[in-house]
């Protein structure tokens, strides 16, 4: 009895561990230059991208594992933020 609640419990967490791509740094011009990897996103977290404009050019992007996350794009000064959040493994490293 204790093991089949044990492989309910594990079984439950593998499906719904949503696995994401993490990235603290990476330029336009190069790959991931700070916190490559990835996390596992915890209860009302979704995986995260933020990108930021200069103009039409992308300066640099931002990837983690983001609590309450939800799809936003504002101006600041003359930057473009665009957040953009997504629930399927690793989606935040192609969008």
Same mark, same amino acid.
């Given at each position: *009895?204790? !093991?089949?609640?044990? !492989?309910?419990?594990? !079984?439950?967490i593998t499906v719904t561990s949503l696995q994401c791509i993490t990235c603290h740094l990476r330029t336009r011009?190069?790959?991931? *230059? *700070?916190g490559f990897g990835a996390c596992t996103a915890q209860?009302?977290?979704?995986?995260?991208?933020?990108k930021i404009y200069?103009?039409?050019? !992308?300066?640099?992007?931002y990837m983690v594992c983001q609590?309450?996350? *939800?799809?936003?794009?504002f101006d600041l000064g003359n930057r473009t933020y665009?957040?953009?959040?997504?629930?399927? %493994?690793y989606c %935040?490293?192609?969008?």
């Open positions: *009895r204790f !093991l089949f609640i044990f !492989l309910m419990i594990s !079984l439950e011009t190069d790959r991931c *230059r *700070r209860k009302d977290e979704a995986c995260m991208l933020l200069q103009g039409n050019a !992308l300066q640099i992007s609590k309450f996350c *939800r799809d936003m794009t665009v957040h953009t959040c997504c629930n399927q %493994n %935040n490293f192609q969008l």
